[in-house]
């Protein structure tokens, strides 16, 4: 049976992003603050490098049971034994990605569009990372923003859980839970925060705030 | 058990090499000339493109039964059914590279010095990649040159079979051969060549004097 994770609290690890601190740092101090699910990536490193980092967050993972996935590179899942991947529309397809990983990997997969969206329907993954849903200067090979109402109208479509991602921080959101997302990723909000604990904390909050339903209505007139 | 694999012409085909033809093209016409085995190496490709480009060389090797091995990504070459990888001082470590690939994958390590060379014994590689042999511009993070003499200890000390690699052409791959190489690796004297067929034949032929033994003596005073 596939493994279930907890989306709702999603670390984007990226270690040119953590403000010097060792990757590791930043991410002990998140899983403190309630992260549910960290992501290593890092596109700029040699391979040793990759697997060494991730052996190392693995170790820091796996007595939580945070599960620990690995940015596009199957082959460091594979070596220090993660618990999956995250694959953007340019790294490996899907396919052979759960043909390699097996059935109890988890796999997610970036969707950009609407379209790239719909066509997830027919893939095997375990959930799509939506973004991004704000502006943000994380990423800047991404086209147009979502929105909540683009993730509102993906929500309707998909059959995956969804992971907001771009631009999200705790005081919007609870607005991305609200219009359909399982949980919230997140960059630099919690890994150049300079308290990263504090941070996670506060992004947890305000997903159980969005999950416990609409704001409350402005006083009128 | 183990493959056996023929090195003697053994293409390191980059596709940013090769002179603006696509990659498939200038191996095909290498293949022609006598290349025994193809690595692909891209450092600067999405993960989506190395896969793409790899399936295209398979389509062509497999049917000639000559090897293809990846450069650095594991993940690569099973996606593709490839015979192997072939892994760099900073790339997955071997230990890992073989637990993943299992016992039949031609694994190949990079050794650019002759400490690295001795430690490579305690390894359970297929060959051994030496280099540079003599100077050259394509790569340019290595150290010292091996030289002939460089190679002639390696052999002397190694368990292994032996490819020289870096700044070998049709003038010096007998010398090469002759330092006790099993084979020559090159990139740009085929790559980059106006005729790939032409200049894989030479070099195999250079390989093959060198195997016939020592070069003509001088003629005296």
């Given at each position: 049976?596939?493994?279930?994770?907890?989306?709702?609290l999603y670390l984007v690890a990226v270690?040119?992003f953590?403000?010097?601190?060792?990757?590791?740092?930043?991410?002990?101090?998140a899983?403190?603050g309630?992260v549910?699910v960290v992501q290593?990536?890092?596109?700029?490193?040699?391979?040793?490098?990759?697997?060494?980092?991730?052996?190392?967050?693995?170790?820091?993972?796996?007595?939580?049971?945070?599960?620990?996935?690995?940015?596009?590179?199957?082959?460091?899942?594979?070596?220090?034994?993660?618990?999956?991947?995250?694959?953007?529309?340019?790294?490996?397809?899907?396919?052979?990605?759960?043909?390699?990983?097996?059935?109890?990997?988890?796999?997610?997969?970036?969707?950009?569009?609407?379209?790239?969206?719909?066509?997830?329907?027919?893939?095997?993954?375990?959930?799509?990372?939506?973004g991004p849903v704000y502006?943000t200067?994380t990423?800047?090979?991404?086209?147009?923003?979502?929105?909540?109402?683009?993730?509102?109208?993906?929500?309707?479509?998909?059959?995956?859980?969804?992971v907001g991602i771009g631009g999200i921080d705790a005081?919007n959101a609870?607005?991305v839970?609200?219009?359909?997302?399982?949980g919230v990723a997140v960059v630099s909000a919690i890994c150049a925060a300079?308290?990263p604990?504090?941070a996670a904390?506060e992004l947890r909050?305000a997903v159980?705030?969005?999950?416990?339903?609409?704001?409350?209505?402005?006083?009128?007139?």
């Amino acid at each position: 049976m596939r493994r279930q994770a907890d989306y709702s609290l999603y670390l984007v690890a990226v270690p040119q992003f953590c403000a010097g601190r060792p990757v590791e740092e930043v991410v002990a101090a998140a899983l403190d603050g309630g992260v549910t699910v960290v992501q290593l990536r890092d596109k700029e490193c040699t391979t040793r490098r990759y697997v060494e980092t991730a052996e190392r967050l693995s170790g820091l993972l796996r007595p939580r049971g945070v599960p620990l996935i690995i940015n596009d590179r199957l082959d460091v899942a594979q070596a220090v034994g993660a618990d999956g991947v995250h694959l953007g529309q340019s790294d490996m397809p899907v396919v052979a990605a759960r043909r390699l990983l097996g059935p109890d990997a988890l796999i997610g997969l970036s969707v950009d569009t609407p379209q790239q969206g719909a066509t997830a329907n027919e893939l095997d993954v375990d959930y799509l990372g939506v973004g991004p849903v704000y502006a943000t200067s994380t990423k800047r090979d991404t086209t147009a923003e979502w929105g909540p109402e683009g993730l509102r109208a993906l929500r309707a479509e998909s059959r995956h859980l969804l992971v907001g991602i771009g631009g999200i921080d705790a005081g919007n959101a609870a607005d991305v839970v609200r219009a359909g997302a399982d949980g919230v990723a997140v960059v630099s909000a919690i890994c150049a925060a300079d308290d990263p604990r504090r941070a996670a904390a506060e992004l947890r909050r305000a997903v159980q705030t969005g999950r416990a339903g609409p704001p409350p209505a402005e006083p009128g007139f």
